[in-house]
C-alpha cells in the first residue's frame, strides 16, 4: 500500500490532530510571493487544509492537489466558502496546468513524497518567471535531556521502532541539502527560515496524534496496540501532560 494512502483513512482525526502553522511563516510566504486577488497559487498536498486559509483570504485563484479522495472531498467541503478555491484529486506528477502560469506553488509537509527529479523540475515549469516556491516541514519532538518524561518517550520509540532513523531537532545538514537541491534544480534567491512551536497533549490525545502519521499507522497491529499501551501510561504516570516541541524549517525561492 502507498503510505500516502494512509492519511487518507481517518480524516477527520487527521485534521484534528494535524498542527497548523505560525502566523510568521505565512507572512514571510506572502511578503516573498506578493501574492494578490488575481494571482493563482497551487498548494501541493492539502491534506485537510492546515497551510490553506491564509491563502484563500488573500483572494487569490488557488488549487489544491490531493492524491486522497477522503481528503481531497473533506478540504473541498472545508474551504466551501471560497469561490476562489478548486480541489484537484490527483498526484503533483499527473495534475496538468498550462506553463509559466502560476504566481506561488507551496507544499506544507508534503513535498518529500514526490521523486524530486520529477517535482521540482515540473513547479520550475509552472511557475511564472519571478514566481516563488514555498516549502515548508513540520517537525515534531518528544526529545528533552532534562525531561524524565521525554527520556521514557524515547526509551520507548527505541524499544518498539529501532530501525527508525533518528531525526536530529537543530538538522543543519537537513537545511543546507534542502537549499541546495532548490539551486540545483535551476531555482534562485534561496531563503532560509525557522519557527518553532510548542502543543501540550493528553495521553489519550497523543494516541490520537500518532494515528495521523504513515510510519505509524502501518505498524504491525500487536506492536502498535502494545507501543501504544506503553507511550498512554508512560504520559498519565508523568501527570498525563506530554510537550511536543514543533520545529518548523522554510523554503523560499523565485523561478
Known amino acids: 500500500m502507498d503510505k500516502r494512502l494512509t492519511f487518507n483513512e481517518d480524516v477527520e482525526n487527521y485534521d484534528k490532530w494535524r498542527p497548523t502553522y505560525c502566523d510568521k ?6 511578503a516573498h510571493a506578493q501574492i494578490e486577488q488575481d494571482n493563482k497559487a497551487i498548494e501541493i498536498g492539502i491534506g485537510t487544509g492546515q497551510a490553506t486559509r491564509p491563502f484563500l483570504e488573500t483572494g487569490c485563484e488557488l488549487t489544491a492537489i490531493e492524491l486522497g479522495t477522503g481528503l481531497a472531498e473533506y478540504s473541498r467541503l472545508k474551504f466551501r466558502e471560497f469561490e476562489n478555491f478548486t480541489v484537484c484529486n490527483t498526484t503533483f506528477e499527473e495534475f496538468e496546468c498550462p506553463d509559466n502560469s502560476i504566481d506561488l506553488i ?7 513524497w514526490i521523486p524530486e527529479e520529477v517535482s521540482y523540475p515540473k513547479v520550475l515549469k509552472l ?5 516563488t516556491l ?16 521525554h527520556q521514557h518517550i524515547q526509551a520507548i520509540y ?3 521502532r529501532p530501525s527508525n532513523t533518528k531525526i536530529i531537532e537543530h538538522d543543519t545538514a537537513r537545511y543546507n541539502n534542502i537549499s541546495k537541491t532548490i539551486q540545483a534544480y535551476g531555482f534562485r534567491d534561496v531563503v532560509f527560515k525557522l519557527y518553532h512551536l510548542t502543543r501540550s497533549f493528553s495521553s489519550t490525545d497523543y494516541i490520537a496524534l500518532l494515528n495521523t502519521y504513515s ?10 496496540e502494545r507501543f501504544e499501551t506503553e507511550i498512554k501510561e508512560a504520559i498519565i504516570k508523568f501527570g498525563d501532560v506530554l510537550n511536543v516541541y514543533d520545529t518548523i524549517d522554510l523554503y523560499l525561492a523565485r523561478k
Request: glycine residues 2%; charged residues 25%.
Open 25 to 30: 511563516l505565512f507572512q514571510d510566504i506572502m
Open 106 to 112: 507551496y507544499s506544507a509537509t508534503a513535498f518529500h
Open 127 to 131: 511557475l511564472k518567471n519571478d514566481g
Open 134 to 149: 514555498a516549502l515548508f516541514w513540520n517537525r515534531p519532538f518528544v526529545a528533552r535531556e532534562n525531561d524524565e518524561l
Open 158 to 160: 527505541q524499544k518498539y
Open 215 to 224: 510510519d505509524h499507522r502501518t505498524m504491525p497491529s500487536i506492536t502498535k
